[in-house]
């Protein structure tokens, strides 16, 4: 009876498994297939078309989308699709320029806290907590206000303001890999704590490190476009997606819903296809994620 009763269960579950590896097989594709398409975009159509041969005409100005204009065109006449792939190219570089510089913080503050323990890890969590009882919004509203409008500004704020979370991944894990037998062989072998930080768990921490990274990409881009939308970030003249939101406000207003709508798609898109691949990252680096999939 209990033999009768167990096999129907176990099918189950392997049905179960199956869909779940199918529906993860299905998202991973998807995902790589925009990333793909998104880095092809960045790459050739600006070299390809150049932004200032976009010329103005206020004749053809907030048309529809179209076969001639598949996006449709701004408030002045220009083709909505360069200006977004435009926006997606300055965007992606100053979100991967911030979340690099965050992280390369992080992994710093959080090897050194997991590291040394004691009351320096005492003292650099609290500081931790310090910045994370503020806003990332209006910390880096208060750090670009500093200075005039420009990309470095943008950079230093996301990356001053999004470092937290990947400090705090990476002590845990450092702390995780201080009670290896490794680790005590190393150490009772007369390493110092600077030659086991270094040969071993640096190393073992930066695919975590790098899982957040990319992680931070796309978030870094949406703190851009915020910080673009209320005026503070990247100069108007660049067209960042931030930017394009900015400027279509009044479009919105009036009715036409393509200059606000495309752009944003540019955010979400990209945003989703990242976060569909470092899901996949992350199973791969985790055992027990790994193992699940497995049932």
């Given at each position: 009876?209990?033999?009768?009763?167990?096999?129907?269960?176990?099918?189950?579950?392997?049905?179960?498994?199956?869909?779940?590896?199918?529906?993860?097989?299905v998202?991973?594709?998807?995902?790589?297939?925009?990333?793909?398409?998104?880095?092809?975009?960045?790459?050739?159509?600006?070299?390809?078309v150049?932004?200032d041969?976009?010329?103005?005409?206020?004749?053809?100005?907030?048309?529809p989308?179209?076969?001639?204009?598949?996006?449709?065109?701004?408030?002045?006449?220009?083709?909505?699709?360069?200006?977004?792939?435009?926006?997606?190219?300055?965007?992606?570089?100053?979100?991967?320029?911030?979340?690099?510089?965050?992280?390369?913080?992080?992994?710093?503050?959080?090897?050194?806290?997991?590291?040394?323990?004691?009351?320096?890890?005492r003292?650099?969590?609290?500081?931790?907590?310090?910045f994370?009882?503020?806003?990332?919004?209006?910390?880096?509203?208060?750090?670009?206000?500093?200075?005039?409008?420009?990309?470095?500004?943008?950079?230093?704020?996301?990356?001053?303001?999004?470092?937290?979370?990947?400090?705090?991944?990476?002590?845990?894990?450092?702390?995780?890999?201080?009670?290896?037998?490794?680790?005590?062989?190393?150490?009772?072998?007369?390493?110092?704590?600077?030659?086991?930080?270094?040969?071993?768990?640096?190393?073992?921490v930066?695919p975590?490190?790098?899982?957040?990274?990319?992680?931070?990409?796309?978030?870094?881009?949406?703190?851009?476009?915020?910080?673009?939308?209320?005026?503070?970030?990247?100069?108007?003249?660049?067209?960042?997606?931030?930017?394009?939101?900015q400027?279509?406000?009044?479009?919105l207003?009036?009715?036409?819903?393509?200059?606000?709508?495309?752009?944003?798609?540019?955010?979400?898109?990209?945003?989703?296809a990242?976060?569909?691949?470092?899901?996949?990252?992350r199973?791969r680096?985790?055992?027990?994620r790994?193992?699940?999939?497995?049932l």
């Amino acid at each position: 009876m209990t033999c009768e009763s167990t096999a129907p269960d176990e099918a189950v579950w392997r049905s179960y498994g199956t869909r779940r590896r199918s529906t993860r097989t299905v998202r991973v594709r998807t995902s790589a297939a925009l990333v793909a398409v998104t880095v092809l975009a960045v790459l050739l159509v600006p070299p390809l078309v150049q932004l200032d041969q976009q010329a103005v005409d206020l004749s053809a100005k907030l048309l529809p989308p179209s076969w001639g204009h598949p996006f449709g065109t701004d408030d002045v006449g220009r083709d909505l699709l360069l200006r977004c792939v435009y926006g997606l190219r300055v965007s992606l570089l100053v979100g991967a320029a911030a979340a690099l510089t965050a992280t390369v913080i992080g992994t710093a503050v959080g090897a050194t806290a997991g590291a040394l323990g004691g009351w320096a890890d005492r003292a650099l969590m609290r500081l931790v907590d310090t910045f994370s009882s503020v806003p990332h919004l209006l910390l880096g509203i208060f750090i670009v206000a500093m200075f005039r409008p420009g990309v470095w500004p943008v950079i230093v704020s996301v990356g001053l303001t999004h470092w937290l979370s990947t400090a705090r991944i990476v002590r845990a894990e450092v702390l995780s890999l201080r009670s290896r037998p490794y680790i005590d062989a190393a150490v009772s072998g007369g390493a110092s704590r600077w030659r086991v930080a270094v040969r071993h768990l640096l190393p073992a921490v930066l695919p975590q490190a790098a899982l957040a990274a990319v992680l931070m990409v796309p978030h870094a881009m949406w703190h851009e476009s915020a910080l673009s939308f209320l005026g503070l970030g990247l100069p108007t003249h660049l067209a960042s997606l931030g930017n394009l939101i900015q400027n279509a406000r009044g479009s919105l207003l009036a009715g036409q819903w393509w200059p606000t709508l495309f752009p944003g798609l540019f955010i979400i898109v990209p945003t989703l296809a990242v976060a569909g691949l470092a899901g996949a990252w992350r199973e791969r680096i985790d055992p027990r994620r790994r193992s699940e999939l497995m049932l």
